[in-house]
């Protein structure tokens, strides 16, 4: 059935790849962002569609349209973007919830809230169910980014309780893939970069924290399975990969996948980083039948292929607003020869 669907957070990394998966699915789609992380280009392919349209807003301001459905996945995601200013990291999350959720009970719709395992904090309980409650801290660097969305959650079920709104809770894990910010500091997307470049890996601690990583793809499914689910829900959602690895191991096998020369070096453990994340996904699969299908080595190599080319682009002195390469469409010789070892 044909809808038309706001996505906030639209030109991001996540909200980039959900709008494509919209569209193709025959939906009108509006794209809201204020591109303070997300990037026009990531939406390039869509601008000539008349069943899109993009606005440039700021969800901490109310926002007055007509939709059926409405993503809401806007707030910078990684440490360095949200914690250049914490203050309006917090808004985002609270002021964005709440107008969002004024809209969804305004229009009588559904709404999803892209929530985080980063709700956790430094988990004492592993793998992290969604009934944990987390261990937090509320004065940390981190806190503006953890505690907002907590605050956003809250939101979320008291609408629900009190105004019959229908919500969806997704706790997204570490998740990776094409159009990821080549500066937003995060694990894949700095290994990446620095081994294209040659340059040393820069490991934080002494490497053996874990994460689970999971492909944008299949996040992207379980994003769409989790709206389109029926009945109401009483609770979040957990959404990752549950394969547990190593910060050393992802940056030993990019730098294998890459062939790269580049050396690791170790750095001080930042303030709060969690020893462990990793998702009980035991309600994903059995009310969503969802569990991610893209292994690492698959990810990571489509993953490279972006950056390499994208790299490659921005040496050559690209146009802002030009599309960003489609990793199905370039040369992944250097990956598949990095791969095998030739």
Known sequence: MKKRILVTGGAGF?????????VAQGHDVLAVDNFYTGDRSNLAQHLSNPRFEVMRHDVTFPLYVEVD???????????????????????????????????AKRLGIPILQASTSEIYGDPDVHP?????????????????????KRCA???FFDYQRRHDVTIRVARIFNTYGPRMNRDDGRVVSNFVVQALRNEPITLYGDGRQTRAFCFVDDLVEGLMRLMNVEGTLDGAVNLGN???????EIAERIVALTGSRSAIVYRPLPQDDPRQRCPDITRAKEMLHWSPKVGLDEGLTRTIAYFDALLSASASS?????????PAKVDLTKVDLARTGS
């Open 14 to 22: 996540v909200g980039s790849h959900l709008c494509d998966r919209l």
């Open 242 to 248: 549950p394969t547990e690895v190593t910060i050393a």
């Open 128 to 148: 992290q169910p969604e009934g944990y409650r987390g261990l937090v801290s509320v004065s940390g660097p981190r806190a503006c980014y953890d505690e907002g």
């Open 318 to 326: 690209v146009t802002p607003f030009e599309p960003a390469p489609d």
């Open 69 to 103: 459905e409405i993503y809401n996945l806007a707030c910078p995601a990684s440490p360095v973007h949200y914690q250049r200013d914490p203050v309006q990291t917090t808004k985002t999350s609270v002021l964005g919830a709440i107008n969002m959720l004024g809209l």
């Open 153 to 155: 959650e809250t939101l």
